[in-house]
Structure formats: structure tokens, C-alpha cells
């Protein structure tokens, strides 16, 4: 996982830096370091959730490079990889632990109506790709061992980050432009797909 995690770093980092020059192989870098990660997961001793997992990670690979042809079909293509994940997440517990959804309702009731509000003809899909994607973070609450870092913990923290670049994604797109907005989306999402591919590695 180290290497994988080292070479998925270095091809964001092309991608972040190199981006304008890429040209038409833009998107195709863009894609590489989520799916490394995919790979690695995907070759570990499977078990059910960690194949879910390893399929949602591959799915979040390909809507990187969709999303730069069209935003809705990259929209489309990362709810799916977001509900493969939300399956993945289940496998590990099961229990509702609606005390853990709380905080999450929250963030959602902070956020969705600002952006749904500015999103226009996208409100619709905007609206329910943050039910997705929160209920994933949820879910990741919710498979939580305890206060110690675990593999719960790493995956947890790693569907927040996620949760955080999408935000950030839509606030800069539908509500006010950020300022150095690329890194900080594409910073939190890959931290936060790194971070949930090595919590399913974790897990036995």
C-alpha cells in the first residue's frame, strides 16, 4: 500500500502541476492515481466488502476522467461509485447507529441548500448526489470501531475528506469561485480515496 500510495501521490501531482500540458491526456492522468489504488485493493485476499470497495474506487477512477468531458456523466458515474461504497461500508456494520448520522445531517442541512439553490438546472442531480454521498459518510461513521485510529477511523476520515472536496467542488462551481480551488478539491479527493482504499486494506 505504501508504493501504491507513493505512485497514485506522484501522478496527482503531474496532474495538478502539469494539467494545461497534458493535453488531451488529461483526463486519462487524472484517473491513474484512484485507479493504482483500485488495483491494490482489488488484489488483496478478497472478502465482500473490501471487493465493493475495490469496485467503487474503479468506478471513482472512470468518473475522473468523465467528469472532464461532461459534469453530469462524471456526476452520475461517482453516486455509483459512492453507492458501492455505501454497500462496502454496510458489509462492515450493518447497524443503523443513527446517533452517528447527526453531525452528518447536519453538514448536509449546511450545505445542499446553498448549493441546490445555485445550481440551476443541475438542481435536481445535485440534490441527489449529496443524499448519496452524504449517506456514504454516514455509513462510514456508522462501520466506526471506536476513538483509535483503525481501520474504521482511516475510513471514516476518509469519506469526511471526500464529503469536503465535494463541497468545495460545488461551492466553487455553482456559488463563488475559490481561490486555489483546484488543489484544495483535488487535494481532499484524492487524500480522501487514499484513505478509504488503505481503511479496506486494514480490515481482516
Known amino acids: ?35 493504482v489504488l483500485a488495483g491494490f485493493v482489488l488484489r488483496a485476499p478478497g472478502t465482500r466488502a473490501r471487493r465493493l470497495a475495490g469496485l467503487g474506487l474503479v468506478v471513482g477512477a472512470v468518473a475522473d476522467a ?3 468531458f461532461s459534469f453530469i456523466s462524471g456526476l452520475a458515474t461517482f453516486l455509483l461509485a459512492h453507492l458501492l461504497y455505501i454497500a462496502a461500508f454496510v458489509q462492515v456494520d450493518r447497524r443503523l447507529r443513527l446517533g452517528r448520522l447527526l453531525p452528518v445531517a447536519l453538514w448536509a442541512a449546511a450545505a445542499l441548500p446553498v448549493l441546490v439553490t445555485h445550481a440551476g438546472p443541475l438542481a435536481i442531480p445535485v440534490l441527489v448526489y449529496g443524499i448519496v454521498i452524504f449517506t456514504m459518510i454516514w455509513r462510514a461513521a456508522a462501520a466506526l470501531e471506536g476513538p483509535r485510529w483503525n481501520a474504521g477511523t482511516i475510513g471514516l476520515l476518509g469519506a469526511i475528506l471526500f464529503g469536503l472536496s465535494d463541497t468545495l467542488l460545488g461551492y466553487s462551481r455553482f456559488v463563488q469561485p475559490l481561490p486555489a480551488s483546484n488543489f484544495l478539491i483535488m487535494g481532499t479527493y484524492w487524500s480522501g480515496q487514499a484513505l478509504i482504499a488503505a481503511s479496506f ?4
Open 1 to 35: 500500500m505504501t508504493i501504491a500510495a507513493f505512485l497514485a501521490a506522484f501522478l496527482a501531482l503531474v496532474h495538478l502541476f502539469a494539467e494545461e500540458s497534458l493535453g488531451a491526456l488529461g483526463p486519462f492522468v487524472k484517473m491513474t492515481p484512484v485507479m
Open 66 to 68: 468523465a467528469i472532464e
Open 201 to 204: 486494506l486494514k480490515r481482516p
